[in-house]
């Protein structure tokens, strides 16, 4: 019986001890992100404000679509932290933009 705590405590140190070094390169999408609902707001929530007039641009699908890479640096922080001065945005909003990618970019 002590054994078993002793290893789901251990697991459990493992499975979430690291979870925060690990940049999830490759992560299951289970569902469809959506752009109308789910990046366009991200977008307008915390970027539109110096990105209508701050390059690159990031007002549309066709904007966002092609700037797709560099945002998921940009929020990740592999490239400037954006937003700019912080704070970075949760892991599921960064998540969610990386399968919106992995998902074909899709105008949905
Ligand atoms: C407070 C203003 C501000 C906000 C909010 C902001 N940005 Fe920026 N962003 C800038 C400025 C200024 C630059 C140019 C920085 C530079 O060249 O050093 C920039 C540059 C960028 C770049 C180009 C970086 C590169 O390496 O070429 C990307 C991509 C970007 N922002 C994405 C975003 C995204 C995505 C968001 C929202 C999550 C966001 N920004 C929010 C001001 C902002």
Redesign the pocket.
């Given at each position: 019986m002590r054994t078993v705590h002793s290893l789901l405590i251990l697991c459990s140190i493992v499975l979430f001890g690291c979870k925060k070094d690990k940049a999830p390169e490759v992560i299951n999408c289970d569902q469809d992100i959506s752009f109308a609902s789910k990046i366009q707001p991200?977008?307008d929530t915390?970027?539109i404000?110096?990105?209508q007039s701050?390059?690159?641009i990031?007002t549309n699908h066709s904007d966002i679509s092609a700037?797709a890479t560099?945002?998921l640096?940009?929020?990740k922080g592999n490239?400037?932290l954006?937003?700019?001065?912080g704070p970075q945005?949760n892991d599921s909003l960064i998540e969610q933009f990386n399968c919106w990618i992995q998902q074909g970019k899709l105008n949905n």
């Open positions: 991200m977008m915390y970027c404000s110096c990105h701050q390059a690159p990031l700037n560099a945002i640096n940009s929020i490239t400037q954006m937003p700019l001065n945005l």
